[in-house]
């Protein structure tokens, strides 16, 4: 595994040793979900989430096929596409998925050099580099696929200053739901097929020079019932992280199969976005109608001043309001760190966001992930795919 060599997160510098240089990117330009209804899926963002109105792009445009809304808050860009025509890939990919992300755009310097140096890696073309022009400039953009239909778009903007991407107007809505304090995408996490999980680490070292810089076998990860394996990539300057899960035997069924099993195939299991202020997020998200995984135990919550060790100095959080909100909280040698899940925002139990609170820490709540995999058995079991 790749090991560390600086202790900055976030910065443009290279954090990982032997992380390529091939491709640097930026941060995450935006997220495109496919979905059944984008007029509706972004009054839910904007309504439960926080999001602003931010760009529309459809008939009133010009746009024949498709209609798509951009949201926005903070550095995070949400796409909510829907097909407007019976003969279309978007609707394709609603009918065998469910609503679910399609794109994981990633910023970039130059969107013709991503393109060719991951395809020349193997990379397999999503779109060749394309110019798109409108009077506040141009962007460049070229896509290349990964995990099942999922896309990775490179996304070049240097020569442009309009709100979105040319085709796009601002979008003005008098209905604007205040922020509810989410920053930026923390990582995103794929789940690929059985015995997958190395080949797609492969892919992300060979094609876009990441690192695998953490691993969690069956044993770390497991219940009584079920387990999965994950390992997470991260690119050199460790703005964008990837990791990647695949199911493993248990007594019953992982939820890794369940989401592949209704989303017929690899995708993206998890958005994880980052706040600073978990507390009122969290009470906001509730208080909007987001549903989150259930708490776990009593025991859980008595263990914490144990599992934080010497970070409990530094910890501003009140462990009873953490508990009553169900945030789980875990510690690495650096800090701690607050999450929560909620339950699959969509019909399919596919995908679902994370809101994490990171205070030193740079894992991924390994500490929780017993406690969190019981409460996803607790909600499989209900929807009897256990
Ligand atoms: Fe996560």
Not at 5 to 31: C, H, N, R
Not at 149 to 166: D, S
């Amino acid at each position: 595994m790749a090991k560390e060599v600086k202790s900055v997160e976030y910065g443009l510098e290279k954090i990982f040793e032997g992380a390529q240089d091939f491709l640097p990117l930026m941060g995450t330009d935006y997220v495109e979900f496919y979905v059944g209804n984008a007029k509706q899926a972004a009054h839910f963002y904007k309504t439960a989430f926080g999001f602003q109105s931010h760009a529309y792009a459809g008939l009133e445009t010009g746009v024949r096929d498709r209609v798509s809304y951009v949201l926005k808050q903070d550095k995070i860009r949400l796409v909510l596409t829907t097909a407007l025509v019976e003969d279309s890939p978007i609707g394709e990919h609603v009918k065998k998925h469910g609503d679910g992300v399609k794109v994981v755009a990633l910023w970039v310097e130059d969107a013709r050099k991503s393109y060719e140096e991951t395809t020349k890696r193997g990379a397999r073309s999503y779109m060749e580099p394309t110019v798109e022009t409108d009077e506040f400039g141009e962007v460049v953009r070229a896509g290349i696929y990964t995990y099942g239909e999922t896309v990775h778009m490179f996304v070049e903007r240097k020569n442009y200053k309009g709100e979105f991407l040319p085709g796009f107007k601002k979008w003005e809505s008098d209905y604007n739901p205040a922020s509810i304090g989410l920053k930026y995408i923390d990582h995103m996490v794929g789940n690929v097929g059985w015995n997958e999980m190395n080949t797609w680490v492969k892919w992300y070292e060979d094609v876009m020079g990441f690192v695998n810089f953490l691993s969690f076998d069956d044993k770390q990860i497991t219940t009584e019932y079920s387990s999965l394996m994950s390992k997470v990539m991260s690119n050199g300057n460790g703005r964008i992280k990837f990791p990647i899960n695949e199911p493993a035997k248990g007594k019953k069924r992982s939820q890794i199969e369940e989401y592949l099993d209704f989303y017929n195939g690899p995708g993206v299991q998890h958005v994880a976005i980052a706040t600073d202020d978990i507390i009122k997020t969290v009470t906001e998200m509730k208080a909007r109608g987001i549903e989150f995984l259930s708490a776990p135990p009593q025991d859980y919550y008595d263990q914490i001043p144990v599992r934080l060790g010497t970070h409990m100095d530094m910890m501003k959080e009140d462990i009873k309001e953490l508990q009553k909100l169900a945030i789980m909280i875990d510690a690495d040698e650096e800090g701690y760190l607050l999450q929560i899940f909620t339950k699959p925002v969509e019909d399919r139990p596919t995908l679902f966001f994370e809101i994490i609170q990171r205070m030193g820490a740079r894992g991924f709540g390994a500490g929780n992930f017993k406690a969190l995999f019981e409460s996803i058995e607790r909600e499989q079991e209900k929807r009897g795919t256990l």
